[in-house]
């Protein structure tokens, strides 16, 4: 099952993952949160501002997750993710896999969070306390580790990670 969502609601992990694991017949679950940062480039942060394309946003990122669940084999996968306005402290993203294996379920996970953020469509805007404010483009490390899932040669995913051993 893909399970995506975006929304300006509050994200509630600890609902989510309970619903997420109820009466599955899976070995393992893995689920991540990314929780916005008090400081960028070096100062305080007031908030950030997400903003989406709602529909496309949505069906791409389900796309994608389908791709990632048939390569390692996974028997669910979820993505709620914030737009909107996000105070440091908040969630800003939650993935959550399912897999008979925690190996396929780690891989999963960490594949998915490296392609939202790289390649999800959101425009991410960090403001200062003081009002200053940038765009956040993904960086140079990011998309180095979203790469190497593409080509699963060397630093990529373990070759029996799409196994389900």
């Known amino acids: 099952?893909?399970?995506?969502?975006?929304?300006?609601?509050?994200?509630?992990?600890?609902?989510?993952l309970a619903a997420f694991t109820a009466g599955g017949d899976v070995g393992a679950v893995v689920h991540f949160l990314g929780i916005m940062r008090a400081h960028a480039q070096g100062r305080a942060l007031a908030e950030m501002r997400l903003e989406h394309y709602p529909g496309m946003c949505e069906r791409l990122l389900a796309e994608r997750a389908r791709e990632i669940a048939s390569r390692f084999g996974l028997a669910s996968v979820a993505v709620r993710h914030r737009v909107g306005r996000i105070r440091p402290g908040e969630v800003i993203v939650w993935v959550a896999t399912a897999a008979a294996h925690r190996e396929a379920a780690f891989c999963g996970a960490e594949a998915l969070m490296d392609y939202l953020k790289t390649e999800?469509?959101?425009w991410k805007k960090?403001?200062?306390?003081d009002g200053d404010s940038w765009w956040v483009a993904a960086r140079a490390r990011d998309e180095q580790a979203r790469r190497r899932w593409e080509t699963g040669g060397a630093g990529g995913p373990p070759a029996h990670a799409s196994s389900g051993d």
């Open 126 to 129: 960090e403001v200062a306390a």
């Open 120 to 122: 999800a469509p959101f």
């Open 1 to 16: 099952m893909i399970t995506v969502t975006v929304s300006e609601e509050p994200i509630d992990p600890a609902a989510l």
